[in-house]
């Protein structure tokens, strides 16, 4: 019998949660293999329809030695850091495992920066680029092995890295200071459970018929159905905060001074809110103003707009 196996690593963050979520819908449970560094935190009900579960963690390469064996197809979800040289090699490390397990094609989700081409000022990208480029020369030595790069749109939910950590259901500053003038062009904002629905709409395509799949070695953009300023974006916490809210262009070093940065872009120890700034010159370049259909047209509806989201967000409790 042919070996369908698909596995999804890690699977416990959020868009991993979301895309095991719709995947469990779309394709028969016992092939679907989910890896995580955390397999207590994979519901039980998943195991119980059916679904392997194993553990396995990127920064313990003696676990991915065995963690994609008999799987056919990988969807491999970026490490969760944006230090940019221990990202790219945790991600080669996976990639590298899972081709010697006999893994025959990736989908990786890469991030929608870059303006849908191959350069960005962005820190944030640069390990995709990375990974982007390695998946495309792993293509090209081998014509068996196959990827499928998923530029995944910035999520509406992430609002608070590109806002100085504004909190809607706190007491909320009146002002944002961030290194950016919150003019146009701006984001592309895209709900997360729906990049995570899509996402395993195609990995279901690709399971469904692999030799039939048109996406083989194309880097895709999925992208909220219009672009946000970020001062379009900050009048929207207006609305929903129900007080006024406005952006302030401040330096770089004045940015970073603020206690939410230090303490929300300290990574390991290492402080990276100069680093993550770079973001807001690529936001100011226009790479993240790119408006794609392909969202759209996977789900069959229109994507769920960013106010939207925001404000059933503030309602939750």
């Known amino acids: ?19 095991m979520k719709h ?8 092939h679907i293999v989910l890896i995580s560094r955390y397999p207590t935190k ?20 003696k676990t991915l030695e065995n ?61 995709h680029l990375d990974t982007e480029k390695y998946l495309a020369l792993l293509a090209n030595e081998d014509s068996s092995f196959s990827y499928t790069s998923i530029r995944e749109g910035l999520y509406s ?3 608070p890295i590109y806002t100085a950590f504004f909190n809607i259901k706190s007491t909320p500053t009146s002002e944002i200071l961030i290194p950016h003038d919150g003019q146009a062009p701006g984001l592309a904002w895209a709900k997360l459970d729906e990049l995570g629905e899509a996402s395993a709409l195609l990995l279901a395509r690709f399971y469904a018929a692999p030799d039939h799949f048109s996406d083989k070695n ?6 909220g159905p219009r672009e946000w300023s970020l001062n379009e974006t900050v009048q929207a916490l207006s609305r929903i905060v129900g007080r006024e809210v406005s952006i302030r262009h ?8 603020q206690p939410s940065i230090e303490s929300g872009l300290t990574i390991n120890g290492i402080k990276m809110a100069k680093q ?16 794609s259909s392909l969202l759209r047209d996977i789900l069959g509806r229109e994507p769920e707009d960013f106010e939207t989201t925001i404000r059933a967000i503030a309602t939750q409790r």
């Open 1 to 19: 019998m042919e070996n369908k196996k698909v596995a999804i690593f890690p699977a416990s963050g959020k868009l991993g949660r979301s895309l």
């Open 23 to 30: 995947a469990l819908r779309l394709i028969p449970a016992h």
């Open 42 to 61: 994979i519901p039980e009900s998943y195991r119980d329809a059916g679904a392997t579960v194993r553990a396995a963690d990127y920064d313990s390469p």
């Open 67 to 127: 963690a994609f064996s008999q799987v056919k197809t990988l969807f491999l979800i970026s490490y969760p850091t944006f230090q940019h040289k221990h990202r790219t090699k945790a991600h080669k490390l996976a990639i590298d495992s899972a081709l010697e397990s006999g893994v025959k094609h990736i989908f990786y989700t890469s991030l929608a920066f870059a303006g849908g081409g191959d350069h960005s000022v962005a820190h944030v990208m640069q390990a």
């Open 157 to 159: 939910e992430s609002f």
């Open 218 to 223: 194309r880097v895709l953009l999925l992208s």
């Open 250 to 257: 401040v330096s770089v070093d004045e940015y970073a001074a």
């Open 276 to 291: 993550w700034a770079t973001a807001y010159d690529a936001i100011r370049n226009g790479e993240t103003r790119v408006v």
